[in-house]
């Protein structure tokens, strides 16, 4: 029986990947090109007393880096996923000693190491191009984004269960996206949010994911409610993911 993890089709996976310029552009390096126009601008550089001291610039940091993963998780892995299952790729290889299951965890490996390295980047430009601070409590922000990228899997893996076509993972991906990106902080940083506004966007992934690295930047243990909302949102998608998907 072979294991979940297959290294062969992870290498395969991960040149197909190297393939795709768009697919690297908008997860890899986006993020950070966001972070670096907004960064340029003269305001998005001066200190907030609204802000508690911090810059606009300090505050595009997380969302940067939770922008790769929700651009993955959301447009590219469904799409993918899909197109397999759309070619009869996962049926002929449910016949064959790879399982499905296999590929399907490459993928999940392949768009995790994807965005981490997305979020590092979006971490080392924001520290060296505009001196934002690292995480002054490193565990705690490798902790709340390890949980924001499964969760980012999660909601993936849910929208190419629900999807019978790479056309309708598209359509049903974008409606998602942006709400997702709204609750991350793309439009309204979270810091900047009404405090209503701000609670509840705290209980979506991505809200309670941006609020959790935040906490963890500024040196706290991230909030154990955000880091249960991850937990929670990542176990809920799951379970649907594994109940709706089907290889055919």
């Given amino acids: 029986m072979s294991s979940a993890l297959n290294p062969a ?3 395969t996976e991960i040149r197909l990947f190297r393939r795709e310029s768009g697919a690297i552009f908008w997860i890899l390096l986006f993020p950070t090109l966001l972070l670096v126009i907004l960064g340029s601008i003269p305001s998005f550089r001066q ?3 609204g802000l508690g001291g911090l810059r606009l610039v300090d505050t595009y940091v997380p969302v940067a880096v939770l922008l790769g993963m929700i651009l993955g998780g959301l447009q590219a892995m469904p799409q993918v996923l899909t ?4 070619r009869g790729i996962l049926r002929r290889m449910s016949a064959t000693p790879v399982r499905p299951i296999v590929l399907l965890t490459a993928h999940m490996v392949l768009f995790a190491g994807a965005a981490l390295v997305s979020a590092l980047l979006a971490l080392s ?9 690292l995480p002054e409590q490193p565990f705690g922000y490798a902790l709340a984004l390890l949980l924001a990228v499964c969760a980012a899997l999660a909601l993936g893996s849910v929208v190419s ?3 019978r076509t790479t056309k309708i993972a598209g359509a049903i991906g974008s409606a998602v996206l942006f709400p997702m990106m709204f609750s991350a902080g793309l439009w309204v940083p979270v810091q900047s949010m009404p405090h209503v506004l701000a609670r509840i966007v705290g ?3 991505f809200g309670a994911a941006a609020q959790a690295l935040d906490q963890a930047a500024a040196g706290h243990w991230p909030g154990w409610t955000h880091l249960g909302v991850l937990v929670a949102w990542t176990v809920l998608l799951t379970a649907g993911a594994a109940r709706w998907f089907r290889w055919e």
Avoid: I, K
């Fill in 161 to 163: 269960a629900l999807s």
């Fill in 47 to 49: 200190h907030d007393d």
């Fill in 125 to 133: 430009v924001g520290r060296l191009a505009f001196g934002v601070r």
């Fill in 83 to 86: 197109g397999y299952r759309e």
């Fill in 203 to 205: 209980y979506s992934p």
């Fill in 9 to 11: 089709v992870l290498r």
